[in-house]
C-alpha cells in the first residue's frame, strides 16, 4: 500500500488548506491514520492521529483548535483541515496510516507501516 498526500501550498498566516492522503489499494482500511510534519531543520513530529473505530482522536497543542483530521471511506481518502494557519507551521506534511489491529507507539513513527512522500505547506507572515 502506498499513501500520497497532496493540497500543500503557499498560504498567507490565517488562510486555510486541506491536505488529503489517498491510499493506492481501495481495499485498504486502515485501523489509525495520522499526519506527520517536518519543519527545517527539526525532527518530524506528530500532528493529528485518530483510531477509526475507537472514535479517539489526539491533536498536538500546538494545533488544537486549529486542524482536523478526517476520512472519507467510500473515497478511502483521509484529510486535513488546517485553519488559521500560522508562519510556524510551515514544513512538510506527511500522512501515515497502519492497519495494525493493537496500538503500537502511535505518537511516533514507528506506530505507522505506510507512509505517503510529503506536501510542502509554507505560511508567510
Known amino acids: 500500500v502506498q499513501l500520497q498526500a497532496s493540497g500543500g501550498g503557499l498560504v498567507q498566516a490565517g488562510d486555510s488548506l486541506r491536505l488529503s492522503c489517498a491510499a493506492s489499494e481501495r481495499t485498504f482500511s486502515s485501523s489509525r491514520d495520522a499526519w506527520f510534519r517536518q519543519a527545517p531543520g527539526k525532527e518530524r513530529e506528530i500532528v493529528a492521529t485518530t483510531r477509526w473505530l475507537a472514535g479517539t482522536t489526539y491533536y498536538a497543542d500546538f494545533v488544537k483548535g486549529r486542524f482536523t483530521i478526517s476520512r472519507n471511506n467510500a473515497k478511502n481518502m483521509v484529510y486535513l483541515q488546517m485553519n488559521n494557519l500560522k508562519p510556524e507551521d510551515t514544513a512538510i506534511y506527511y500522512c501515515?496510516?497502519?492497519?495494525?489491529?493493537?496500538?503500537?507507539?502511535?505518537?511516533?513513527?514507528?506506530?505507522?507501516?505506510?507512509w505517503g512522500q510529503g506536501t510542502q505547506v509554507t505560511v508567510s507572515s
Open positions: 501515515a496510516g497502519t492497519g495494525r489491529f493493537y496500538d503500537s507507539d502511535p505518537y511516533n513513527e514507528g506506530g505507522y507501516d505506510y
